[in-house]
C-alpha cells in the first residue's frame, strides 16, 4: 500500500513536469503570434515589411543643397557627397514621430531655395525610410535646414504632405555648412 502511494505520488510529479514545459511552450508560442501579427498589420498599414528595421542606405543621385540662395550640387564621387551621404546615412533612419497635417509648399520650397536653407536628395529608384509610420517611398527627400519645419527636424517626401520628424539633423546641418563654407559661397 505504502509502495503504490509513493507511486502514485511520483506518477502525480512526473505527470506535473511534464504539464511545466508544455504550458511554457504555449507561452511562448502565444509571444510568437503576437509579434507575428503586430508586424503584420504594421507591415500592412505602412505598406512596408521592414518597418522596424532603422536602417537607410539608398544612396541620392543627386544631392542639391540651397544655401542662402545658393545652390551646390552634389554627385556621387565627390568628397563632399559622400560627408553629406553619410550624415544623412545616420539620420535619417532615427524617426521619432510623424507630424500629420504638414505640408511643404512649392512656395516654401522656393523660398527656402532663394533666401533660406534646403536639402533636396535626388534618388534614380524610389527610396523609403523605414518606420512604423506611412511615410511612401519616394524619388525625392526635402530636408528644410532653416525655418520652421528645420526646427522640427523634418523630412518630406515627394507628395510633401506629412513629415517624418527625426531625434535630430545636427550632422547633417554641421556637415552641409561645412560643405557650403569650403565651397566659399556663403558664410554661415
Known amino acids: 500500500m505504502k509502495r503504490d502511494v509513493a507511486q502514485s505520488e511520483r506518477d502525480i510529479e512526473r ?15 502565444f509571444v510568437i503570434f503576437v509579434l507575428i501579427v503586430v508586424w503584420a498589420g504594421v507591415a500592412l498599414t505602412v505598406e512596408d515589411a521592414l518597418w522596424f528595421v532603422p536602417v537607410f542606405r539608398a544612396e541620392a543621385s543627386v544631392i542639391d543643397l540651397y544655401w542662402d540662395g545658393q545652390q551646390v550640387r552634389l554627385l556621387p564621387g565627390m568628397p563632399e557627397y559622400d560627408l553629406l551621404q553619410e550624415a544623412v546615412f545616420a539620420e535619417l533612419p532615427r524617426v521619432t ?6 505640408g511643404l509648399s512649392d512656395s516654401t520650397i522656393e523660398d527656402l531655395r532663394q533666401q533660406g536653407r534646403l536639402l533636396e536628395l535626388h534618388y534614380a529608384e524610389p527610396a523609403r ?25 523634418r523630412v ?25 563654407q569650403e565651397q566659399g559661397q556663403s558664410s554661415p
Open 15 to 29: 505527470a506535473m513536469r511534464r504539464r511545466g514545459p508544455s504550458l511554457l511552450l504555449l507561452a511562448v508560442w
Open 97 to 102: 514621430s510623424y507630424a500629420h497635417g504638414v
Open 129 to 153: 525610410v523605414h518606420s512604423w509610420h506611412f511615410f511612401g517611398a519616394s524619388e525625392v527627400f526635402y530636408l528644410p535646414l532653416s525655418g520652421f519645419n528645420a526646427e522640427h527636424n
Open 156 to 180: 518630406f517626401n515627394a507628395a510633401r504632405t506629412g513629415a517624418l520628424q527625426l531625434k535630430t539633423m545636427e550632422q547633417i546641418r554641421a556637415t552641409a555648412e561645412t560643405i557650403v
